[in-house]
């Protein structure tokens, strides 16, 4: 393996190590022991449920190809994955807001253990009956534990600036640190024990189910709006009004599809943008490079999380702008580096450059996922929160499916300017969210005012 892949490792690595071992008082957040024993419990739970996920993403082309299926059929199963988060996503995040939010984690579980044994069948249509069933476990990942640990958060009484503290924990150890151990551990199992592509699936299993069992143990029930008088439809208009009505909603959602739609996107160029002439790249290598990145942004996150002074509105206009001009850096290498026609061999010097881009792209990644999921607690009503969630995922599963059908329609250097495109249109939202937010916002400052004159002739 050449030397610039452990050098940029080894760089990462080095600046994570500092950041966290450099955090002083001022970078983090006093607490009391109740949330502490609160908040390991939930990123133990949270961290086996990304460990079922992360451990399955590296396998499911490949189970796919050993299989004897071609591009063509797996890019529909890959979409039937999609779809089905699409058009089930807001079905499962109202009946969590209704029946329970610990109920759809556990239903989450489940489900994505069911899909996990599909795999070890090469029929067609019961691997579609798996990516659909992913699907709709998807679809509860990204809503139902973030919608029970918002509201167990307040129901518990705990100061409301703690949860960001759990979010960019989350963030770091999941979708980061357990990220890198699992695809390790996934390549233990297929590539060193020899044990097939089908095994990380399994262990997969055995991880969510362990999960299951302490989520049953230890997690109380929480709803949205448990009245029985509201039928699904009832919701969904109410969730649908939620957004129409509030600016801040509706413009949390435009971002969110829009970041996390060129996020998406990018997991299916980025292969091809370093290796276009097939180039041998370590895949496995460069995806762990890819979560020490999102590691170091989830830690940069929980410094800038933990100044009350900072507001997350602010600094996340910087966050995608630079996200625009990371995903733009294939295009700029297209016009100023020469293009090289040999097939085979190492990573260019365009991949390398491209490499760096993207490594920053995960760092601003691992920024977003905290700092959005600051913000939806903020502005999103506890009633709906898992139907809202799932509704912003609606125009975001429509959007990757178009990619997936097209990918081979348009150049690959037209999908990056694409999602630039896209994160850049992220950045102006975000700075209408900023100062939408910045006007609903006088009345708490003159009131504030208006204490401190009163209190003034006291204190003299």
């Known amino acids: 393996m050449e030397v610039f892949y452990f050098l940029v490792f ?16 001022k970078d983090g957040i006093t607490t009391s ?18 460990a079922g996920d992360w451990l399955q993403g590296p396998y499911v082309y490949y189970l796919y190809t050993t299989y004897g299926y071609r591009k063509g059929d797996i890019g529909h199963l890959f979409i039937a994955g999609f779809g089905s988060s699409m058009l089930f996503g807001t079905i499962v995040g109202s009946l969590a807001d209704k029946q329970g939010r610990k109920r759809a984690c556990v239903t989450y579980c489940i489900t994505y253990i069911l899909s996990c044994i599909t795999k070890h069948s090469p029929q067609y249509k019961i691997l579609m009956v798996g990516r659909i069933l992913g699907g709709i476990a998807t679809s509860l990942l990204f809503s139902s534990f973030e919608s ?72 109380t029930e929480n709803y949205g709006d448990p009245s029985d008088n509201k039928d699904l439809l009832t919701q ?5 009004v939620a957004i129409a009505s509030d600016e801040k909603i509706a413009l949390l959602g435009a971002i969110q599809s829009l970041f996390e739609g060129s996020m998406y996107t990018f997991v299916f160029l980025w292969t091809p943008a370093l290796s276009p002439n097939s180039e041998e790249i370590p895949h496995g290598f460069i995806f762990a490079t890819f979560m ?17 002074s900072l507001k997350v509105e602010s600094y996340m206009q910087i966050v995608f702008a630079i996200s625009a001009v990371c995903l733009f850096i294939p295009v700029f290498t297209t016009f100023l580096v020469t293009p090289s026609n040999q097939k085979g ?20 990644v691992g920024i977003f996922w905290p700092s959005i999921m600051k913000m939806r607690s903020q502005y999103i009503p506890e009633e709906a929160r898992s ?52 006007k609903s916002r006088p009345q708490d400052w003159t009131t504030h005012g208006e204490r401190e004159m009163e209190t003034a002739p006291l204190n003299a």
């Open 292 to 308: 020490l990145s999102s590691m170091l942004g989830s830690s940069l996150a929980s410094r800038l999380l933990a100044r009350s």
């Open 387 to 438: 139907t809202i969630m799932n509704f912003f995922r609606i125009p975001l599963n429509i959007f990757v499916c178009v990619v997936l059908y097209n990918v081979d329609a348009f150049p690959i250097t037209v999908m990056f300017g694409m999602c630039s495109i896209f994160l850049f249109l992220a950045s102006i939202l975000q700075k209408r969210l900023s100062s939408v937010v910045e």
């Open 10 to 25: 080894g760089a990462l690595s080095a600046v994570v190590a500092a950041l966290e071992l450099s955090k002083t008082s």
């Open 33 to 50: 022991p109740a949330f502490n024993s609160f908040k390991n419990n939930y990123i133990l739970v949270y961290s086996l449920m990304m």
């Open 148 to 219: 029970w640990l918002v509201a167990e958060h307040n129901k518990r009484g705990f100061d409301q600036q703690w949860l960001s503290l759990t979010f960019s924990k989350a963030i770091f150890l999941g979708n980061g640190l357990v990220a890198i151990l699992a695809g390790l551990f996934g390549n233990v199992l297929v590539d060193t024990l020899n044990l097939g592509p089908v095994s990380p699936f399994d262990a997969a299993s055995c991880f969510l189910a362990i999960g299951l069992v302490i989520i049953q143990a230890s997690w």
């Open 236 to 240: 969904f208009k109410g969730a649908a």
């Open 345 to 364: 061999g190492g990573i260019t010097f365009s991949g390398c450059i491209q490499l760096l881009g993207f490594c920053a792209f995960e760092a601003c």
